[in-house]
């Protein structure tokens, strides 16, 4: 009987959840974020893209819209509702790794800095756990991708005329097409402002929502959180990054959205660019984009948590249910 208890138990136990849980549960994450989220990325990208003390319009032509709505709006018109969707091709190929590396590392950096004794986290630990987790993604996965996505979405061509041919005609072609005009590293170009974007972002991101999850759960004295709150709680998380860091941003985009100049270093390129933005443009120029991307990221993220954790827990429910049908064979073996 003794043994008979022991064998029923072991699969009880809590186990941690596998890569290959993290890798379907948050690419299943990614992909429903990148879906619903895009368009309002693509608008983000205009925006910061735009220079508003450029020359004044023609006589009769219509003023370029500042409002998200009116960029969004004016994209619709003059290059179809697909234009929306430009570059989707890169971050959905980009998205399931990403977020595999995100909640993965996350969980590993996070187990390296849990109390050795009692195996808690502290919100410090968190902290760094989600730094570590940012800067990680950012070199793996974020900034090759952050640089064809920023290339196909600045490209201001019709999706409904066939006559009006792009230079990059999707994600792969181009990749292929900046690595031989400009070479492999142009794929690395702002990893530095792309890795300090990602880490502050995660930092606060994962603390808010673990900090956030932790009171709610004690409060209402659940294991589980229904799906509603973990949406409520990522979206507030999420927009905490954004406001924080949106010049680094603006920086990175329009660091990543130029050419590539032989000899010129990163450095070099950094502070032109911020020094151009500020003298010709203001300081405001930024902050600009930073309504779309908070209406991009904080839902992205409210998605993002909500999927992932429903992912997991079904990953979870079919794991312990495969262990306990395994059981008789154990039994009888």
């Not at 849980?21 to 989220?37: D, F, M, N, R, S």
């Not at 070479?183 to 890795?195: D, E, I, R, S, W």
């Not at 880490?199 to 900090?211: D, I, K, R, S």
């Not at 589980?224 to 954004?242: D, H």
Request: glycine share 8%; hydrophobic share 40%; charged share 20%.
């Amino acid at each position: 009987m003794a043994s008979t208890k022991s064998n029923i138990s072991a699969p009880s136990k809590p186990q941690k959840a596998g890569l290959t849980t993290h890798l379907v549960a948050g690419g299943a994450a990614g992909l429903a974020e990148a879906l619903c989220c895009h368009p309002l990325d693509t608008i983000k990208v205009r925006m910061q893209l735009t220079n508003m003390r450029r020359a004044p319009p023609a006589p009769g032509a219509p003023a370029m819209p500042k409002s998200f709505l009116g960029v969004g709006q004016r994209i619709v018109q003059r290059e179809g509702v697909l234009a929306l969707y430009k570059g989707l091709g890169a971050v959905a190929t980009g998205m399931v790794p990403k977020m595999a590396i995100r909640f993965s590392s996350f969980e590993l950096y996070k187990s390296w800095l849990a109390n050795p004794e009692t195996g808690k986290v502290s919100t410090t630990g968190v902290f760094f756990a989600g730094l570590g987790a940012g800067i990680t993604e950012a070199v793996a996965v974020v900034t090759p991708m952050d640089v064809v996505k920023i290339r196909l979405q600045a490209q201001r061509h019709s999706t409904v005329d066939p006559m009006d041919v792009p230079k990059y005609r999707n994600a792969m072609h181009a990749a292929y097409t900046i690595i031989k005009e400009e070479g492999a590293m142009t794929l690395y170009k702002g990893v530095a402002l792309t890795a300090l974007r990602q880490a502050t972002n995660q930092a606060v991101n994962f603390t808010v929502y673990q900090e956030f999850k932790r009171i709610a759960r004690q409060m209402q004295g659940i294991e589980e959180l229904p799906s509603y709150q973990v949406l409520l709680l990522g979206g507030i998380s999420g927009a905490m990054g954004p406001v924080s860091n949106a010049p680094i941003d603006t920086i990175k985009t329009r660091i990543q959205k130029s050419t590539s100049v032989a000899g010129e270093s990163g450095w070099k390129r950094f502070v032109m660019v911020t020094r151009d933005i500020a003298q010709k443009e203001g300081y405001k120029a930024f902050y600009r984009g930073l309504t779309p991307r908070v209406l991009r990221v904080a839902p992205g993220q409210a998605i993002t948590f909500m999927v992932y954790e429903k992912v997991k827990s079904w990953i979870d429910l079919w794991n312990s249910r495969s262990q306990h049908a395994q059981l008789p064979n154990q039994k009888y073996a």
